[in-house]
């Protein structure tokens, strides 16, 4: 453990000069009943394991290394509710592109984060425009790792959209198809069908899979399928999903109302259902939960 002020790197960090990074997202809930829990915290190790495999900077740790520390550090913080930060990152050594004999360092933080579009947003649902800026090309940048260079897409297209003035950017793939948002999965629905982008140029999220999941045992007809940003104006709801986001609902797309401008009854009835399993309401998923 290090103290706040302490946690540094020197500035001639590999992954500070070239994004040679990649990091997780995971959340720690308070129970209904008093206790804390992780939620699908082995799904998010996974992922961390499998970002490192496809940049070529594996963990040099092992699983339950990095899970017992991921415990500890809520434990040991203090933290009911948090989100947790593993990051990996190329460290100091040589400089230059390939500096393969430099450390992989890996850390982990946790803070208390709220809702990650607003209090108003997650409830009523936030305004969206398409980003002037595409996707990643699935063979310009590895999208199913978390990679921090990957984020600068995001933060283009994030700060693009916020400065004039909506509240998170919808990114198009290389084909022009709809990807995700810049840090949330995407998902449309229309005569209750629900549907979601595939596993092509987009992060496999975690949120989005429980999703899936979640509708799919509630008997609504789910599809992973490609869809243009025309189906985005025809839809009769339109939710994000994230680690950060949890559900939110979109109410406006590129200055057109969704539906009746509110959040529709599968998104609610979804969200609803995704906030009782994080309380541990809900027995059906309690395999989903760590509990510290
Ligand atoms: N797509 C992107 C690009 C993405 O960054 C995230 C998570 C998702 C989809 C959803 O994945 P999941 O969290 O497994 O459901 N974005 C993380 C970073 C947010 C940030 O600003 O930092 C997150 O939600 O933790």
């Known amino acids: 453990m290090v103290p706040w002020e302490d946690a540094k790197v020197h500035v001639l ?19 209904a009943d008093g206790r804390s ?23 040099p740790y ?6 017992q520390a991921t415990l500890d550090v809520i434990r040991i913080n203090r933290l009911k509710a948090c989100y947790i930060r593993p990051l990996a990152f190329v460290g100091l050594g040589e400089m230059g592109l390939y500096a393969p004999d430099n450390p992989i360092n890996v850390l982990i933080a946790a803070w208390s984060w709220g809702a990650y579009l607003g209090d108003d947003g997650i409830k009523n649902g936030i305004r969206a425009k398409i980003s002037s800026y595409t996707r990643h090309h699935v063979n310009v940048m590895m999208t199913k790792s978390k990679v921090s260079g990957n984020y600068v897409n995001s933060v283009l297209a994030k700060s693009e959209v916020k400065k004039a003035g909506y509240d998170e950017a919808i990114m198009l793939d290389a084909e022009g ?53 025309d189906e985005l104006y025809m839809a009769d709801e339109i939710f994000f999903t994230g680690t950060a986001a949890e559900v939110t609902p ?20 979804l969200q609803q259902t995704f906030f009782d399993i994080i309380k541990g309401k809900d027995e059906k998923y309690s395999t989903w939960l760590t509990y510290l």
């Open 177 to 229: 198809y709809v990807a995700e948002a810049s840090g949330e999965n995407i998902f449309v629905v229309r005569d209750r069908i629900v549907k979601t982008t595939p596993f092509t140029s987009i992060l496999p999220g975690i949120t989005r899979d429980s999703i899936l999941t979640i509708a799919r045992n509630k008997g609504y007809v789910v599809e992973e399928e490609r869809f243009t940003r």
């Open 62 to 67: 092992s699983f339950e290394e990095v899970k």
């Open 13 to 31: 960090t590999h992954a500070l000069h070239y994004g040679t990074g990649y990091f997780e997202g995971i959340r720690c809930y308070a129970l």
């Open 250 to 269: 979109v109410r406006e797309v590129d200055n057109r109302q969704v539906g009746r401008g509110c959040p529709g009854a599968v998104t609610l009835d």
């Open 37 to 59: 829990a992780v939620f699908r915290l082995d799904e998010h190790l996974r992922r961390f394991f499998d970002s490192g495999k496809i940049i070529g900077f594996p963990l």
